[in-house]
């Protein structure tokens, strides 16, 4: 009964490879987003979807592209991976005012 | 540029006494919350402050927030080793839509 879940927890891979993060919410809440902290924790927003529609779009490399089937997930499609795209990267859902994490998905790059 | 800043980088102390940690801000904010984070985990949600608020209360821990000084601290009191975890502020914005803007974190240590 997980309300915020990431897959995989652990990805490491290649430089110029492609992956995927998932993420899914029962929680029934309609905006979802995507975080990345880096090694010193510093959490940067990436993308914000609400009920499917993107609403916040950073300034991130066109590398990385979100895609909300439904308005309970929204996956991170990452292309060509870069060294400095290590870090973990965390969705959450939003209710009124407070967001709620997931557990946080760990990228290497190699 | 980043919108928070937390005050200390990070904090020993021993376990019974209380912890204060402290956040600035730099823009007008429609509320203030806290999250702690504990070691390979994710943001728990601990408290929200809205702008209209001066302290709030959620069990040992208390909160206030000066919008004046564009400031807010967060208090834990007597703290158990459990509570040892990095605490971040974030600031959801007048202007921001619905985005929150974290601070850098205190990494808070208890020591049994």
Known sequence: DTAVSQTPKYLVTQMGNDKSIKCEQNLGHDTMYWYKQDSKKFLKIMFSYNNKELIINETVPNRFSPKSPDKAHLNLHINSLELGDSA????ASRSVGAQYFGPGTRLLVL | SQQGEEDPQALSIQEGENATMNCSYKTSINNLQWYRQNSGRGLVHLILIRSNEREKHSGRLRVTLDTSKKSSSLLITASRAADTASYFCATDGETSG???TFGEGT??????
């Open chain 1, 88 to 91: 973990v990267y965390f969705c």
């Open chain 2, 98 to 100: 619905s985005r929150l």
């Open chain 2, 107 to 112: 990494q808070l240590t208890v020591n049994p």
